[in-house]
């Protein structure tokens, strides 16, 4: 599909890895497409890089720091799994505010006040991805509670009356974890569902949507993460357009604020809830999107869109670029 659309823009395609730039020069060693397949090369750096990795690391974020000062486009030059900094991003602005579950960062004084207001709550990593580490607290009656919680790839239970269990306090002191009001999910076959949205920049350097999948949860689990056995399907199957439009129109909202944020995001995935109503909640962002489930449920149109669109918007970039300045190119 990158071959595909490199012909289709008429972009030179390479593939590389961050250590594959010397620290000082303008060259990278690079896979090149040749007539009998793939060759190493050194080569020029991109003038746009499409950039699917972590970039945590110092060394890497000094590379993308200084190639952007020469004038290089890298897309999604902040990848991190950062859940409360972007909370508190979005917290900025007041058309998405009321789309936000009341989230906080987890100590024994935050989960204590959020139990006297909420009777479902989710406790969830910070850094999590694929929804690893997530614990859920539920009222059972007027006095007890229930901290259902991951232990050895199985599911365990503690139930409990004043004092938080010990293991939750020593995880939540191990790292940073959010406590977040759990959303009464909508129900497809009665299991709970929520809505992954891919959104990427156009050919116009607009936001829209390439596609939108549910991910609904397996019998008796309160996870919709397709980690933990969730099932992609056709939303088509599900959702009333009104729904589809106002997911859609929270997706975009969303990505133009974290845009704003930061330099040249071009691809993100966001999980998006629903209650019965067909409200819509924004649960947490990705900036590695998967689209292999697109490609799973026979969604062709949606699944090539995923890989076109960046290079339509690296085209676009570059005609920008050389309207400003003929010589750039």
Same mark, same amino acid.
């Given at each position: ?5 490199s ?5 030179p395609?390479?593939f590389?890895q961050?250590r $594959?730039?010397? #620290?000082?020069? $303008?060259? &990278? ?8 397949g793939?060759?190493? *090369?050194?080569?020029?750096?991109? =003038? &746009?890089? @499409?950039?699917r990795t972590?970039?945590?690391r110092k060394s890497?974020?000094n ?9 290089k ?6 990848? =991190?799994?950062d859940?409360?900094l ?7 602005c007041?058309?998405?505010l /009321?789309?936000?579950?009341?989230t906080?960062?987890?100590?024994? *004084?935050t ?13 969830? #990593?910070s850094?999590?991805?694929?929804g690893?580490?997530?614990?859920? %607290?539920?009222? @059972?009656?007027t006095t007890?509670?229930? %901290?259902?919680?991951p ?10 009356s004043?004092?938080?269990?010990d ?11 959010l406590? !977040? ?5 909508a129900k497809?076959?009665?299991? /709970?569902?929520?809505i992954?949205?891919?959104? !990427? ?7 829209? @949507?390439s596609?939108?999948l549910l991910? &609904?949860? /397996?019998?008796?689990?309160y996870l919709t ?6 099932k992609?399907?056709n ?14 129109? %929270?997706a975009?909202? &969303? ?6 944020? +930061? ?7 966001f ?5 019965k109503?067909g409200?819509?909640y924004?649960?947490?962002?990705? +900036?590695? #999107?998967?689209?292999?489930? +697109? !490609? ?7 699944w090539?869109?995923?890989?076109l669109? #960046? ?12 309207? $400003? $300045?003929?010589?750039? !190119?």
């Amino acid at each position: 599909m990158y071959e595909h659309a490199s012909e289709l823009y008429d972009l030179p395609l390479c593939f590389f890895q961050w250590r $594959d730039i010397s #620290p000082d020069e $303008d060259k &990278v060693r690079a896979l090149i497409k040749t007539e009998t397949g793939y060759s190493i *090369e050194t080569i020029s750096i991109p =003038r &746009v890089i @499409i950039n699917r990795t972590m970039t945590n690391r110092k060394s890497v974020q000094n590379k993308i720091n200084r190639l952007s000062k020469e004038g290089k486009y890298i897309f999604n030059s902040f990848i =991190r799994d950062d859940k409360y900094l972007i909370h508190n991003l979005l917290m900025k602005c007041p058309c998405i505010l /009321p789309h936000l579950p009341e989230t906080l960062k987890a100590t024994e *004084e935050t989960i204590r006040s959020m139990m006297e207001k909420h009777d479902k709550l989710f406790i969830k #990593p910070s850094g999590g991805s694929l929804g690893k580490g997530i614990m859920t %607290l539920e009222k @059972i009656n007027t006095t007890q509670w229930c %901290l259902t919680y991951p232990m050895k790839k199985r599911f365990q239970k503690a139930i409990f009356s004043t004092d938080l269990p010990d293991v939750l306090l020593k995880r939540i002191r191990k790292r940073v974890f959010l406590v !977040q009001q759990s959303i009464p999910l909508a129900k497809y076959q009665g299991r /709970p569902f929520d809505i992954r949205v891919h959104i !990427q920049r156009d050919n116009k350097g607009k936001w829209d @949507i390439s596609g939108i999948l549910l991910k &609904v949860a /397996p019998a008796n689990h309160y996870l919709t993460n397709v980690g933990h056995g969730s099932k992609v399907t056709n939303p088509k199957k599900i959702l009333h357009k009104e729904t589809v439009e106002a997911i859609a129109s %929270l997706a975009k909202k &969303v990505a133009s604020h974290l845009a704003s944020e +930061f330099t040249h995001l071009a691809e993100m995935g966001f999980d998006i809830g629903i209650n019965k109503e067909g409200f819509p909640y924004f649960i947490e962002s990705n +900036f590695r #999107p998967h689209r292999y489930g +697109f !490609q799973a449920l026979g969604m062709k149109k949606e699944w090539e869109l995923t890989y076109l669109r #960046p290079f339509a918007y690296a085209r676009y970039l570059l005609q920008q670029a050389a309207l $400003d $300045d003929p010589s750039s !190119q």
